[in-house]
């Protein structure tokens, strides 16, 4: 994939998964209002691990603004946390981010700015999905594609209500209007989705300029492949389609033998984030 300004990626392992990331502009735009952030321990913790993607919206300037400020208020909540139940750290770190996201744009520079949150935690055997708006979280288990996620936008809805078709859905004039985001309201609603682990699975976040070019039979091809693979296939392919907006892709691949946690031992580990818009990796 070609290297521009705009452009960045990341990878890792743990024991425990190996996990990648890959964000572009996309072939329309110039400026990235994609965010992305993970805490990932080399060693599982009582914490576990955390990862995130943000579609920023409100323009070039207020978008990365809202993006980069839900990840960085998300992610230090969760390492920040001592104790409680995960879902409930979870919602409660989603929740402060929507909060410093509305304040931040009542000032006159960003007004209006809000951003998508789609974040994947990964606790012992538990994944914990914690979501607002349209981008999305797929689980890839023995070769099939899930969507752990509903989409908050007025197509959503409608698809829900069966008041038009799939078909009908992806030209529909009202699918880029989210019915919930960070940022619009002092309070959010957040989704919490918990499933229990399977060795080998995979979970993919991803915001709508992917979702919308690639399928999820697609998707379930590439994480095949593993997760630094996988993500730049995904992004390859959306970009091959003529990508009108930014995409961004987080791939986790689960191992084949998860191990859980030591809780009686204080593991070693490090914190990961970073603006996808921000820097070419290596910089």
């Not at 990648?20 to 400026?31: E, I, L, Q, V, Y």
């Not at 986790?252 to 031992?265: F, G, K, N, Q």
Request: glycine share 10%.
């Amino acid at each position: 994939m070609e290297t521009i300004p705009g452009t960045s990626s990341a990878q890792s392992e743990s024991s425990q998964y190996s996990w990648a990331f890959r964000s572009h502009p996309g072939c329309k735009r110039t400026d990235n209002e994609d965010f992305v952030g993970a805490y990932a321990p080399a060693e599982p913790d009582e914490r576990g691990s955390l990862f995130v993607v943000c579609d920023g919206m409100g323009g070039h300037e207020a978008g990365e603004v809202a993006s980069k400020l839900a990840v960085e208020t998300l992610v230090e909540n969760w390492v920040g946390h001592t104790g409680g139940n995960s879902h409930q750290v979870l919602r409660a770190a989603v929740r402060s981010a929507n909060s410093m996201v509305f304040s931040a744009s009542l000032d006159a520079a960003t007004r209006g700015m809000g951003t998508t949150l789609t974040s994947l935690a990964i606790v012992g055997g538990e994944a914990i999905v914690g979501h607002v708006g349209d981008s999305r979280c797929y689980r890839v288990r023995a070769g099939q594609c899930e969507q752990l996620t509903a989409d908050h936008s007025r197509v959503g809805e409608m698809l829900r209500m069966r008041l038009i078709t799939p078909e009908q859905a992806k030209n529909h004039p009202a699918r880029s209007q989210l019915s919930r985001s960070l940022g619009g309201e002092p309070a959010v609603q957040v989704d919490i989705v918990r499933n229990p682990i399977v060795p080998k699975d995979s979970f993919v976040l991803c915001c709508d300029g992917v979702w919308d070019l690639v399928s999820m039979r697609e998707i379930a091809q590439a994480t095949a492949k593993g997760a630094i693979d996988g993500a730049e296939e995904i992004i390859a392919m959306a970009l091959d389609r003529g990508a009108h907006d930014n995409v961004t892709v987080v791939v986790v691949v689960m191992s084949a033998d998860i191990p859980m946690p030591d809780l009686t031992e204080n593991k070693s580990r490090f914190g990961f984030l970073k603006r996808a818009a921000d820097s070419l990796l290596g910089r």
